[in-house]
């Protein structure tokens, strides 16, 4: 623990937004490196997460982001559990953020189970013929089929989605740091996003 720097521990802090305290141990529990502190608060942040899923959220916030060419806005209603959380700074920041994130990405819903099945059938129905005219035999396009899936649903799930201020973490993860953060359930609970000229 004495070979940890103020300065290691800053960095880490700066780099995570997590709490003095937790960033001294993740360098301590992975010998001060870097990368694996790192990783190891998101596996901390991901295990309050599990623990709060269960959590009702009553609070929160509607947060909108319009675009500076004012052709594109979005709502966002983020939840909490408390009124106090609801009027942190970070939780308002991070509401903000998640309606940016849905302006420059177009989300087609939050979570995988959300995503209409006729859309869903369409993509299965074009990858799996383009599996097929290329030649692969049917359980390889079927295989080709299920990883082109996965890829599609990180495209257009919001929790899935690369963060757009910081793309190695996803939105999920962005989430579960402050749950974690914040010691309280948060959930996404809907959007709209309007832009002119689209239905």
């Known amino acids: 623990m004495a070979d940890i ?15 003095m305290m937790d960033c ?22 991901l295990a309050v997460a599990g623990k709060r899923a269960g959590r009702s959220t009553s609070e929160g916030v509607v947060q909108c982001y319009i675009h500076s060419n004012n052709k594109l806005g979005v709502m966002v209603e983020v939840n909490c559990e408390t009124d106090f959380v609801a009027k942190t700074d970070q939780f308002i920041q991070f509401a903000h953020d998640i309606a940016m994130q849905i302006a420059a990405t177009n989300p087609v819903a939050i979570r995988r189970e959300e995503v209409p099945a006729d859309l869903l ?12 005219d290329s030649g692969k ?6 295989k080709m089929v299920t990883g082109r899936i996965d890829k599609f649903y990180k495209e257009v799930c919001l929790m899935e989605q ?16 402050l749950i974690a953060k914040m010691g309280e359930n948060i959930s996404i609970k809907r959007f709209v996003r309007f832009q002119v000229g689209t239905e």
């Open 121 to 132: 059938e369409k993509e299965k129905d074009i990858y799996r013929k383009q599996a097929i």
């Open 137 to 142: 035999p049917p359980q390889i396009a079927e």
């Open 5 to 19: 720097s103020a300065a290691k521990v800053k960095e880490l802090r700066d780099r995570t937004n997590a709490g």
């Open 24 to 45: 001294k141990k993740a360098l301590a529990e992975s010998g001060g490196d870097m990368e694996k502190a790192i990783a190891w608060l998101r596996q901390k942040g």
């Open 162 to 177: 690369a963060f757009v201020k910081n793309p190695e973490v996803s939105v999920q993860d962005m989430l579960n740091e």
